[in-house]
């Protein structure tokens, strides 16, 4: 049975992997590492231990792994693109001195570890419709600078201490459970809560830029299947493609229309999110994943919108 700490615990997709691992391996075997001022609350709280776990403090890290031996690390700590981009050093400090801390701990104490790359990754230069697992990956925000340097050390300390270091390039994450901040996919999440709220949606990008985005359940299933995969299969590791809807805003707003006639949306466009969703590919070719691990998504668009118009109202105590 796995041993397992989750760094950035009480996060976007923290708070949900947490409790995807703990049904899966049994909740005394998943440490849920938070930082101070975000404590798990309610089943999260009760469904297992927690530690303060901040990145950035390796002594700290290594006597949580030392105390509940710990054999498997993911490291979910980050700030998203928009909010890297007004902290770009907050940013690396967390997102790379913060790695280079966790991958420090896991190659003294032979742990493999799990750390996200992101659609962020690829930048301008990139080719945008299906962009292949081995590309060009020059991005332009602060965000992809530190995931790609994730990927790129990652990749070293496998190939040259043979830690096991394995992830996924993930899409904007949906989830009608702990909301993203500070990220520019984070519109078609916050469109849901407008809808369901009875609210008219201004979007902040424009129309018809597309985005590979990606339902919950299915990221955290990749998250959990890729730390399980047969090694001997991998040619890759940090970190894969997957890929399981593209949209633009339009396409989202006709979807949720079909359940919500009533809904409405206009534009209010945001220049850096723009931009940076405009450096971003249009949708991702994720055959590697698939071939490599047996990747396979469950959501597309519309069964997740049925998903999110039934679950967020009753989370958010409104009336259907
Ligand atoms: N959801 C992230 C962001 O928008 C991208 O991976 O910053």
Known sequence: MKRILIIGATGQIGSELTMALRKQYGGENVVAGHIVGCAPKG???????????????????????????????????????????????????????????????????????????????????????????????????????????????SDYYFLKYGVDTRSVRFPGVISNVTPPGGGTTDYAVDIYYSAVRGEKFTCPIKQGTLMDMIYMPDALKASIDIMEADPSRLVHRNAFNIASMSFAPETIFENIKKYKPDFEMDYAVEALKQSIADSWPDCLDDTCAREEWDWKPEYDLDRMTQDMLEKLPIRLGLNK
């Open 43 to 153: 089943e999260l709280l009760e469904s297992g231990p927690f530690e303060v776990c901040d990145v950035t403090d390796s002594q700290m890290i290594a006597n949580i792994v030392k105390k509940y031996h710990i054999d498997t690390i993911y490291n979910l700590a980050a700030l998203l693109s928009v909010v890297a981009e007004s902290k770009p050093k907050l940013a690396w400090k967390i997102g790379i001195d913060g790695l280079w801390n966790v991958l420090e701990v896991a190659l003294e104490h032979g742990c493999a570890v799990f750390t996200p790359s992101s659609i962020g990754s690829f930048g301008p230069s990139t080719p945008h419709v299906m962009t292949p697992q081995d590309t060009i990956q020059r991005p332009r925000t602060m965000y992809g600078v530190t995931k790609v340097t994730t990927e790129l050390l």
